[in-house]
Every structure is written in structure tokens, then in C-alpha cells.
């Protein structure tokens, strides 16, 4: 069973920075894709980003291209979400979730692709 622990959310101004953090338990994570999503309320959970097994491939939604950076630190399972000039619009709940395959080289930007998922966490935009 491996367990993912989102942080690093919180209050920001627009405009602002926030980093998030997702520490993943187990001896398999650097194996394995990682991906964010976010969910607003009373919308479906949407893909932001994610990072290939090795980091050598990272993929983003058209929304944070340019503003959010995904990265990860294998030696202390743990992956990153810089996100820098923050709009109102990025206001949601924050997952983080670990892709079903190993070694995979597809792009996992759906859902579909994760079977592991973190508690979330909360990032709030003021305008």
C-alpha cells in the first residue's frame, strides 16, 4: 500500500508563490510517474502536471504552462509543484497521485492513469 502526503498549501495573494510538496511511503517511488490535479468545487478534478519516472519528461495542462514547474526528488520520494504567479482561477483542492504502471513512457494526463492518490490540499487565491 503506498501512502501520499500533500503540503504546502495555504493563503495567497494573486500574484504570489506557493510550493507544494507530496512525500510518498514505500521503496517503489522512483519507478513510478507522478501526477498534480486540483478540484475546485462543484467541478470534476482536472489534470495540471506530471513527471515521468526518471524526471527526464514533464507535461503540463495549458492553465499553469509557463507558471508551474513539477519536479522530483527520488532520493527522498517526495515531488514537487512550484507555483508561481498565482491567479484566482488556481483556487482548489491540490492531489497529488502516483501513476498505475511502472517505467511507463506514455503521457499520464488522465485520471484513469493513477491508482494511488493523496488526502489533498488546499490552495486558496485572493484577487
Known amino acids: 500500500q503506498v501512502q501520499l502526503v500533500e503540503s504546502g498549501g495555504g493563503l495567497v495573494q494573486a500574484g504570489g508563490s506557493l510550493r507544494l510538496s507530496c512525500a510518498a511511503s514505500g521503496r517503489t517511488f522512483s519507478l513510478y510517474a507522478m501526477g498534480w490535479f486540483r478540484q475546485a468545487p462543484g467541478k470534476e478534478r482536472e489534470f495540471v502536471a506530471a513527471?515521468?519516472?526518471?524526471?527526464?519528461?514533464?507535461y503540463y495542462s495549458d492553465s499553469v504552462k509557463g507558471r508551474f514547474t513539477i519536479s522530483r526528488d527520488n532520493a527522498k520520494n517526495t515531488v514537487y509543484l512550484q507555483m508561481n504567479s498565482l491567479k484566482f482561477e488556481d483556487t482548489a483542492a491540490y492531489y497529488c497521485?502516483?501513476?498505475?504502471?511502472?517505467?511507463?513512457?506514455?503521457?499520464?494526463?488522465?485520471?484513469?492513469?493513477?491508482?494511488?492518490w493523496g488526502q489533498g490540499t488546499q490552495v486558496t487565491v485572493s484577487s
Open positions: 513527471i515521468s519516472w526518471n524526471g527526464a519528461g514533464t
Open positions: 497521485a502516483r501513476e498505475r504502471r511502472p517505467y511507463t513512457v506514455a503521457r499520464p494526463t488522465t485520471k484513469g492513469d493513477y491508482d494511488y
